[in-house]
């Protein structure tokens, strides 16, 4: 599971929540501020150059280009691994409001992209960070380097 | 000697069977929440008495299909993993399990098809003209499955 933090970011992407360790969304912008380029990628022009955005859908897989209904883009990460996702919610929640639980082993698949589970009231809701998030992401070579 | 099990609908044609002290409790129409990433007979885990359980549906990794992310009936099972723990997980099910009665007089091959019962059955029974293999809970929740049992 991710460290202890007193926040934790959910973000909504249709429908599908995802809790996030909350000091890794450094910022959030509007999607009307991404840029694409001619290989269907989307970037985002920040202090520390361009960032690559992309949309997942409710199986974390990438999406072509960002669905209806994502106004907000999450610009997450540290410093080596900066990256930026579309949502349609975000909110934050007061860790002390869930209870962490590992993820149990069936559900882990041969990749896991989550680090845990939180229950919150009556709901599961997945917890991920960005090392996890981002080792799934088709990184484009110039973000790489 | 006989002994109790729980006889589990799989799906219209799967049948299984789990000891008679495995089977815990029964969940109509249980809220399940998915979880990215998780493989496609287990894609959703639900709360019971304040535990996150893997919602695992059998008869799906049999047929090598991916499971209904709301099934309508779940048995929340037990399973003993090493001489001093128990972990619970729940199964999906299509129809209300039954309890029989299981001697030894009545074991049987495995079924050749799907393949998927040489990796998850632990025994194997003739009941009323059909074949039901005992599921060994332990592995099918150790998480090391193949991605399908339809081989």
Redesign the interface.
Known sequence: MSGTHDYLAELSMDG?A?LLPQPEVRLLESVLDLESDAAGGYWLMGLHGRVPVWSLD???AVLESPPPGRRFCALLGEDEIRFGLTVSGFRLIRAGEC?L?P???????P????TG?A?LG?????LSDCAHLARRLPWPAEAVS | MSVDAWLLALDEGLQAAVGGLELLHLLEYPDCYPLPGSPPHCAVALLWEEEVLPVVDLGAWLRGREMDPLPTLAAVVQYRVDAASVNRGALVLHGPPGLIQVSNEMACELPDSPGGWALLAISCFRWQHRTVPVVDLARLYRGDLPPTGND
Request: hydrophobic letters at 50%; charged letters at 30%.
């Open positions: 599908q995802l409710r199986r974390l209870r639980s993820l149990p082993v069936a559900l882990r698949g990749d896991p992209v989550l589970v229950v009556e709901r599961i809701l997945p």
